[in-house]
């Protein structure tokens, strides 16, 4: 359906017409193509408008519906050039469907545009994209019609031509009483789904009687009960044209979805409606119709294509089948030769000698060889030349010969095996395959094939192509995903008037056809416009006066644009006539005057073959646009002999020498020089040119555009060779080593072996400039030094010597990002370049071997800062290169400090020892470092962040206070602040926040970071009477984690990283807590009640055992309960769970306990610091459920959020999917949106 989105649109009536130039002209202005032989016009797919298109032409091959349309004047329907005026009443769509039609009959273009009439309908470009059903748009169309007819002569040209009505009908069994109802219809909907064709359907509609009995019985209005019935349907009334649309899509209840029915289903050519008419007493002619018009849907319910066969009823189109046009060409072939026509062709040669083979096929060879003996002359002297090979002139005819399956032999099809014709001279006489002038002008009679009859001529009509079918390939869409959509039968009594056969013009109103007429004279003004643009070339002619012959080839003595002369000229045209142009431009030129083919060559301008043949066609000499032709004498140019042809073409050669010194002073030097060769020059006279005192010439093997590995020597038996021969092309490098060279090389081997390098190339390119980014490619072996290849590249880049001073070399990275810049007394070893590596020319200064060039960024952000360059000295301190730094990015202060970027690009180990070198710490050219901003702390001191714990008061005791305050740290990491589903005795706002930082050494305690952190702003309020009245934990994502519990150890012992921070909580009592003492909470539960007591701290001393026996001991010790009578549990916040640990009935045996025994703080349990313990008393409580109604709400939380993730993942995967169908160019279903054409008011 969207196969012609991009065919452009070529109306030519209400768009602006092609513009006049003499150059070829873009596609897209391009006149539209005039119509095919069969004289019809297709219409223009906008994308998905192939259904529009199948009814418009359903409508146009009507011709009752297209006169009755063409009978209304401007005077009921208005204008077009009136829609614009207020109070005028405009009827668009009839317009612009009276104007597409004249188009499609008279209007000389392969297709038309329906953009006008859509337009008229109200659609934008995305109604023009979606697809729609053809069906709907029947109805829908016809109503808008209806409505913009009202009040004109046409108000009943819909009801008039397709308007039927059904009459159904309801027949008492007891009283005889019929009830009826009528119904109207434009066209009629039958099942295809369990049915064989249209006349079954049709029965089972108007003649099955449908019987109410049983326990479906019927109110009969006039016995006023419940009787038996029986209903049936029947035709009441018939149009002139009947439309049926069949219901080829349903919906399967199982699979809740939509399908398309490609069963088979016949429907014939002609069909009698008597047997489903009410009315049967009249002629069988008023019950006779004739199929006219098939739509036919290829594709599935969600989307597809229309196209539409169409009976051509009064004669308009031009019906020839491609095997009709090869039989009527055969008889052609055949009356010419009878009639005495000299010249065979060698089809008909062909085929008579197939003819009388008896086998079926015969092998190529075999029948070039026949050919051979029959005629005495092969196939390449008689038939090459014009017809070029025999393979491939057979191939070229598949619609007579076919071959095997390997094409090794040859046959004739059975249709083209005709009686075999023998000339008097034995000459086989049958036709030259040429092609039928038929014309698409309706003047000219069009050829019909011998057995057709009239008005039977079918074409399939699918947007823009038009092409002849036969009647019976109506059937090959009975059935399958190409099937028959909707049907259109005329009555048989519908005849159309002699004078309608074959003439479009019929009925059309003399303004239409006075537009369509001027409309064709425009096109054809167009045609010849484009054809000449398009056949028109450029040539480039340069004036013998205008140049000089120097050096090998032509240069202008002027400049290039004051040397040519620009002629535009028709390819058709001859050489004469352009010989004639170019005497015409030069009215001073005396002499003869030759015209050369030229081209510009690296060594200048080069002169080919002469032009001669004044009667060829520019065409037929193969001049194409943009040549370019020397305009000469032949003979000289400026008193100097020039020689021509491909075998005197000039190269340029790259001439490299050894120096006798280096100015860099490291590696090998060479001179490079550039010089002209004829390439017919001989080795010899150029070795004699470069080295006059002998010497030894090597060409690199790996060519100019290649990195360069090895160079060959040429060798004596070489000498006599060309320089073309040898391979030497323009841009080739040649190195020449003079007699005291030549012990770097083997002769023997032909290699250069002495060298422990290779000569290559390097490009550079210009970075310099911002117009135009220049590259060139500079010679280097890994010695030459950088300073060398600047100097080089500035010359070939054509840049100011200036420029060497205040520019460097950086290599260019794979993502064209610019590297640290090559110190310039480096070699391309010591730089670690690799040969044909890139390289930019920019601005700056390099640095020297004792400099560092570093990027740096302010903050972590890359996406907020752009990356900066600087050049600092590897001696320098971090303090200095943080001062240059500042300066730079324009920053002040001393709160900054500079960091490294680690392996994932973010900000990394910081740079605390000022004082040091660069170097000292490794800092390397090229390295990134961070601009942070924040002061470090001195060396040996860490920067810790402290958080403290506010109390708050909820009717607890105050060590209840104090020690539940771990489940107000739990809360902060499970319920967010300000959630209301958080007990009220949680206040996660007020107990954490952030006290501080603090600056202390490594080698301090954790009591003197205690007493540094009493030193705090927010700490002056609390009253702590010692350091061990605090608790000290480490914080793991806002919760505590390990905790510091002796007092007396160093903070370095305690591992805490550069990134810790503390929580400081407040006691009640002094705590030192040993190594080997566990510190839990353990909380009651309320009996009777989802809910805890306060949590209270528990020590629990695990050096002997930590086993879940003796944590029962010890929680019920603490509690002063008998151990059978709790229950205990370990909460785990993070999944809202409770896991009990052990029961009571699990006692382990004296004999069992020798065993070691699984600890509780390995799996499952992991039981550490601050872990929750929750305990039941039995005695009060003997429900097993730990949980908590918080629990139950966190829970379902954790569950949405899991459903949340999985929709996403669901999500991000479909969206995948949807992203790889696209790839995969897939097409998706599109939301079905209601078809609708907007209509003014008439009434």
């Not at 305009?631 to 020039?642: H, P, Q």
């Not at 500035?794 to 200036?802: D, G, M, N, T, W």
């Not at 007092?1047 to 002094?1070: D, F, M, S």
Request: aromatic share 8%; net charge negative.
């Amino acid at each position: 359906m969207f196969g012609d989105l991009f065919e452009e649109d070529f109306s030519f009536i209400s768009n602006d017409r092609c513009g006049k130039g003499k150059k070829s002209k873009p596609r897209d202005s391009e006149p539209p193509a005039p119509r095919d032989f069969t004289n019809l016009s297709g219409i223009k797919n906008q994308g998905g408008t192939c259904y529009l298109n199948s009814l418009l032409q359903t409508l146009l091959f009507t011709p009752e519906f297209r006169e009755a349309l063409f009978s209304l004047g401007p005077e009921e329907l208005g204008t077009l050039g009136d829609s614009n005026k207020p109070d005028t009443k405009v009827r668009i769509i009839p317009l612009q469907l009276q104007r597409l039609f004249a188009q499609l009959l008279l209007l000389d273009q392969q297709a038309a545009s329906t953009t006008d009439l859509t337009e008229s309908f109200g659609w934008n470009s995305h109604e023009e994209m979606r697809q729609h059903d053809v069906q709907e748009l029947n109805r829908i169309l016809f109503s808008a019609l209806e409505t913009s007819l009202v009040g004109t002569s046409g108000h009943d040209l819909i009801n008039r031509l397709y308007h039927g009505i059904v009459v159904n009908q309801i027949v008492c069994k007891e009283c005889k009483n019929i009830s009826e109802r009528q119904e109207d219809f434009l066209d009629l909907t039958v099942a295809v789904k369990g049915v064989a064709g249209l006349e079954e359907a049709l029965w089972n509609m108007y003649v099955e009687e449908e019987y109410f009995e049983n326990e479906n019985l019927y109110r009969c209005g006039a016995c006023d009960k419940l009787v038996e019935a029986s209903k049936s349907a029947k035709l009441r009334k018939l149009p002139p044209f009947l439309t049926i649309s069949l219901l080829r899509f349903n919906f399967d209840f199982e699979k809740c979805e939509r399908y398309k029915e490609t069963s088979c289903y016949t429907f014939p050519i002609q069909i009698n409606l008597r047997p489903f008419c009410e009315q049967t007493e009249m002629d069988d002619s008023e019950y006779m119709y004739e199929l006219f018009s098939v739509i036919i849907h290829k594709g599935g319910c969600y989307g597809g294509h229309y196209h539409v066969y169409i009976r051509d009823v009064d004669e308009l189109g031009n019906w020839q089948l491609q095997e009709e046009e090869d039989r009527l060409i055969e008889d052609k072939a055949l009356r010419d030769t009878e009639n005495g026509e000299e010249e065979e062709h060698p089809l008909a040669v062909l085929k008579g000698i197939l003819s009388e083979e008896e086998s079926k096929q015969i092998p190529v060879d075999q029948l070039g060889q026949k050919l051979l003996e029959k005629k005495g002359v092969s196939w390449n002297k008689k038939y090459r030349k014009q017809h070029g090979a025999l393979r491939k002139f057979l191939q070229n005819h598949p619609q007579i010969f076919h071959f095997s399956p390997d094409e090794n032999k040859v046959g004739l099809k059975e249709k083209h095996k005709l009686p075999f014709k023998s000339h008097s001279q034995g000459q086989d006489l049958l036709s030259p395959p040429q092609k039928n002038d038929l014309q698409w002008n309706s003047e000219k009679s069009p050829m019909r094939p011998r057995d057709s009859s009239v008005g039977c001529h079918w074409f399939d009509l699918n947007d823009s192509k038009v092409q002849p079918i036969k009647e019976k390939d109506i059937e090959k869409q009975f059935q399958g995903k190409e099937s028959a959509y909707m049907l259109f039968y005329r009555k048989s009594q519908l005849k159309r008037p002699p004078e309608a056969r074959g003439n479009p013009r019929y009925q059309i109103p003399e303004h239409l056809l006075n537009e369509m007429n001027a409309a064709n004279t425009e096109l054809q003004k167009e045609r010849a416009e484009c054809d000449s643009a398009n056949n028109g070339i450029d040539l480039h002619l340069h004036l013998s006066s205008c140049y000089k012959f120097h050096n090998g080839a032509l240069h202008p003595s002027l400049t290039w644009k004051e040397s040519v002369v620009d002629l535009t000229i028709d390819r058709r045209k001859t050489l004469g006539e352009l010989r004639q142009s170019v005497f015409q431009i030069l009215e001073s030129w005396e002499g003869d005057m030759i015209l050369s083919i030229a081209k510009p060559l690296p060594a200048g301008l080069h002169l080919y073959h002469i032009l001669d043949g004044d009667e060829l066609t520019l065409d037929g000499i193969g001049l194409a646009d943009g040549a370019d032709i020397f305009v000469w004498n032949g003979k000289e140019v400026g008193g100097t002999k020039v020689m021509t042809g491909p075998d005197h073409e000039p190269v340029v050669v790259n001439v490299l020498h050894l120096a006798e010194y280096n100015e860099g002073g490291k590696g090998q030097h060479f001179t490079e020089s550039q010089h002209v060769f004829s390439c017919s020059t001989k080795l010899g006279d150029l070795r004699r040119a470069l080295a006059p005192s002998g010497g030894i010439i090597l060409k690199n093997s790996s060519g100019p555009d290649k990195e360069a590995k090895n160079w060959e020597v040429f060798l004596e038996e070489d000498m006599k060779e060309t320089v073309k021969s040898v391979g030497l092309t323009d841009g080739c490098s040649v190195l020449i080593l003079d007699s005291h060279d030549q012990s770097f090389v083997n002769v023997s081997s032909g290699n250069l072996t002495a060298f422990t390098y290779d000569i290559s190339w390097l490009q550079v390119k210009n970075f310099c400039t911002t117009d135009e980014e220049k590259q060139v490619k500079i010679t280097a072996t890994i010695e030459t030094v950088m300073s060398d290849i600047k100097m080089k590249a500035i010359r070939e880049l054509q840049l100011e010597e200036e420029l060497a001073n205040d520019s460097c070399l950086r290599p260019v990275s794979a993502n064209g990002k610019l590297l640290s810049p090559v110190p310039e007394d480096y070699t391309v070893k010591e730089a670690e370049l690799k040969m044909g590596s890139l390289l930019g020319l920019c601005h700056g200064k390099a640095p020297t071997s004792t400099q560092l060039f570093l990027y740096f960024i302010v903050g972590s952000d890359q996406n907020a800062s752009s990356e900066m360059e600087i050049v600092v000295e590897e001696t320098a301190s971090v303090k200095e290169c943080l001062n240059l730094m500042l300066e730079k990015a324009g920053l002040s202060g001393d709160n900054w400090h500079l960091r490294r970027i680690d392996w994932c690009y973010e900000a990394g180990e910081a740079l605390s020892q000022e004082d040091a070198t660069l170097k000292e710490l490794n800092v390397c050219k090229g390295d990134t470092l961070v601009l942070t901003e924040g002061k470090l702390p001195p060396k040996g001191f860490l920067k810790i962040p402290i958080w403290w714990f506010k109390f708050s008061s909820h009717g607890g005791k105050a060590h209840d206070q104090v020690s539940g305050l771990t489940c107000k740290m739990d809360a902060l990491q499970l319920c967010p602040a300000g959630s209301e589903d958080l007990p009220e005795c949680i206040h996660t706002d007020e107990d954490l926040c952030y006290a501080g930082s603090i600056e202390i050494a490594g080698e301090a305690s954790v009591e003197d970071l205690k007493m540094q952190v009493l030193t705090l702003p927010c700490f002056q309020e609390q009253i702590v009477p010692l350091p061990s009245f605090l608790r000290a934990w480490t914080m793991d994502s806002k919760r505590p984690g390990k905790l510091l519990r002796n007092n007396k150890q160093h903070l370095n012992e305690c591992k805490l990283g550069a990134r810790v921070e503390i929580c400081i909580e407040p006691l009640q009592k002094e705590e030192n807590l040993g190594p080997h003492e566990l510190l839990l909470r353990v909380q009651m539960s309320i009996p009777g009640e989802r809910d805890y007591h306060d949590p209270m701290d528990l020590v629990w001393d695990v050096s002997k055992e930590c086993t879940a026996w003796a944590l029962r001991q010890r929680v019920a010790s603490h509690y002063c309960l008998p151990v059978d009578k709790i229950e205990i549990a370990k909460y785990f916040p993070e999944r809202f769970e409770w896991l009990p640990i052990s029961s009571w009935t699990q006692q382990i045996s004296k004999r069992k306990r020798k065993k070691k025994q699984e600890s509780l703080q390995s799996a499952p349990y992991h039981l550490k610091d601050g872990d929750i313990i929750g305990v039941k008393n039995l005695l009060l409580d003997d429900t097993k459920d730990f949980s908590t109604v918080r629990d139950d709400v966190g829970k379902e939380k954790q569950r949405q959020l899991a459903l949340e993730k999985k929709k996403s993942r669901k999500a991000e995967r479909l969206q995948d999917h949807i992203v790889t169908e696209e790839k995969q160019n897939i097409k998706h279903r599109k939301p079905e949106v209601a078809l609708s054409i907007n209509v003014g008011i008439f009434r």
